[in-house]
């Protein structure tokens, strides 16, 4: 559908209609952020429809059950997890169907609607789907839309400041079960509403576009903002998703709460983490001992880390002790360089392993694919295959670069940790990325054995100082099947090239969204006549205010 005044935009099984480029904030390119966002609320849905079913306890209708063929196919399975799983199957979720005790979901900067129309349309077992924006025109926008994608009586509109609307649901019993926040630029103003009006369990979906912050270029700005200082490091995409992880737990345990990130990526120009929320505050003392203080070598980039807590097991109980540090020296023992410090930083898992699995099992079976399926199997198989427990990351050709060493290849490098009996994964946030398990010092003894023709014909005090000093390690370049991950080997798409020319965030989404390139023209006609007057008139006061001197 498509006339000279009206134009039409179709994602997924929605349509927005919009008047002019002004008339809504759409960025095409974020199509695999609302595809992936769909994926996860479609299990997210089916898990809490399933914890649902298992606080109402058995019903009659399991007395039918107990007799139908079901059972049989499923001797040895407990009966109960088996009568549930059967039911929820039966009552297959619906999309745009009302489920009364379903998750109630509040997109808080809903702009065109688009996305909240999409959750309406793909996924089912929502009780009801709030969408907000301050902006008038914007929610008249989203009306326009709701009414003609036919999912009114799924979505109402609301026209709020959106942490004023959260404030207002902060009671346990008007809580939501799913908060999205996909905000232009930092999400900071949101979060602390956004974690009180979550109910236990509940899912904080949340961007961040403020990339050239969170990845360090304004170390200051990052503080205030997220109250951590980024390091300049080549792994600043996972520190990005780390320091956000940081801050929205700091907002948590304020209130005797924590979350547990499912899905944690950094994609294009933005990161994006979904995390559920729960309280408990035996779980709140533990968050000190998944943070830490991070140290960068100023010349070789190494990488140290201070966690600010320990926690062993004594008796069955949690025992919290003080941690002794820091971990490195005044000067790198690798180079000789000195250190900077960064942090606080979020330590512990970005994924839900169990939670991954079963999300890219529902897109790879998905009988409507989605727009991006392709990029999301490669994305997301490449989470599954990182090392959890091991923060951060290493790239390649950066270290190649510090010691002058014509760069391995990939597998080459990956094999001579596997042999060594180190683990080791590459990052979803960058190509030629290590994650690995092996200390540094076995990292710079892999380019000391390629580089023993070449010692001593370096001119550089960084590569200097690591190639001189003695290897403790014996490697082996041996081809190891465990170097190459099975996103490499099923060639999926996993760092997609720029989609389109001008590629990248769009403009902030302006007020006045009702006006049109001639209304534009107009207003801008006289524009520099205007300032050059303004300019002399101003000279003019500036002169007879230096006369009356």
């Known amino acids: 559908m498509e006339t000279s005044n009206i ?28 595809d992936l966002s769909v994926s996860v609320l479609k299990l997210f849905n089916y898990n809490w429809m399933k914890k649902v079913e298992e606080k109402k306890g058995k019903q009659k209708s399991e007395e039918n059950l107990r007799k139908d063929s079901i059972v049989d196919e499923h001797q040895g399975s407990d009966l109960e997890d088996v009568l549930i799983q059967t039911r929820i199957e039966r ?34 077992g929502f009780r009801s789907i709030i969408a907000n924006d301050l902006s008038r025109a914007a929610v008249e926008s989203m009306k326009t839309n709701i009414e003609y994608n036919e999912v009114s009586h799924l979505i109402s509109t609301s026209e709020n400041d959106a942490t004023a609307l959260m404030y207002q649901r902060r009671r346990r019993a008007d809580r939501f079960n799913a908060i999205d926040l996909d905000p232009y630029g930092s999400p900071t103003p949101f979060l602390d509403a956004a974690i009180q009006s979550i109910s236990d369990g509940g899912l ?12 360090g270029n304004s170390q200051e700005t990052c ?90 097991i004594e008796n069955n ?30 330590m512990g898992p970005l994924h839900d392993q169990s939670f991954l699995r079963d999300l890219l099992n529902n897109i790879k079976t998905d009988p409507e694919p989605l727009g991006t399926v392709k990029r999301l199997e490669g994305v997301l198989t490449m989470a599954m295959e990182e090392l959890s427990d091991v923060p951060f990351y290493y790239l390649l050709d950066q270290m190649s670069s510090k010691v002058k060493v014509t760069m391995p290849t990939a597998k080459q490098f990956r094999s001579a940790i596997c042999n060594a009996g180190y683990r080791v994964s590459m990052s979803h946030c960058a190509q030629n990325s290590i994650k690995t398990d092996a200390p540094p010092s076995f990292l710079w003894d892999i380019f000391r ?8 014909k370096i001119p ?28 490499q080997l099923k060639k999926l798409v996993r760092f997609q090239e720029n989609p389109e020319r001008n590629w990248g965030p769009k403009h902030r989404a302006k007020i006045s969204l009702q006006a049109s390139e001639e209304e534009k023209r107009i207003r801008n006609q006289g524009k520099k006549k205007r300032k050059m007057t303004n300019d002399s008139d101003a000279t003019v006061v500036d002169d007879s205010e230096n006369m009356k001197d």
Do not use: W
């Open 204 to 215: 904080l979906l949340v961007t961040a576009t403020d990339m050239a912050v969170l990845c």
């Open 7 to 34: 134009k039409q935009v179709k994602e997924g099984k929605a349509e927005i209609l919009y008047k002019t480029s002004r008339d809504v904030f759409y960025n095409p390119v974020q199509e695999f952020n609302r």
């Open 449 to 456: 054995e390629l580089a023993k023709d070449i010692r001593n």
């Open 460 to 487: 550089n005090n960084v590569a200097d100082a690591i190639l001189s000093k003695p290897m403790e390690h014996t490697i082996d370049f041996t081809e190891n099947k465990l170097a190459i991950p099975e996103s």
């Open 91 to 124: 009552k297959a979720l619906e999309p745009g169907k009302i489920y009364e005790d379903g998750v109630a979901l509040l997109e808080a900067l809903a702009a065109s609607g688009l996305r909240s129309i999409r959750y309406a349309k793909e996924a089912g």
């Open 317 to 346: 109980n949690e025992k919290f002790g003080r941690t002794t540090g820091p971990p490195v020296s005044s000067s790198c023992k690798h180079c000789g360089s000195s250190h900077h410090i960064g942090g606080p930083f979020y």
């Open 223 to 312: 503080f205030y903002k997220y109250g951590s200082l980024p390091l300049r490091t080549k792994a600043c995409h996972e520190m990005a998703l780390r320091i956000l992880l940081q801050h929205v737990q700091s907002f948590a345990t304020r209130y005797g709460r924590y979350i547990r990130p499912i899905l944690s990526v950094s994609v294009d120009f933005y990161i994006r983490i979904f995390v559920q929320v729960f309280s408990g505050n035996r779980e709140c003392k533990r968050t000190a001992s998944e943070t830490a203080m991070g140290f960068l070598c100023t010349g070789c980039e190494t990488q140290s880390f201070q966690y600010l807590n320990t926690v062993s």
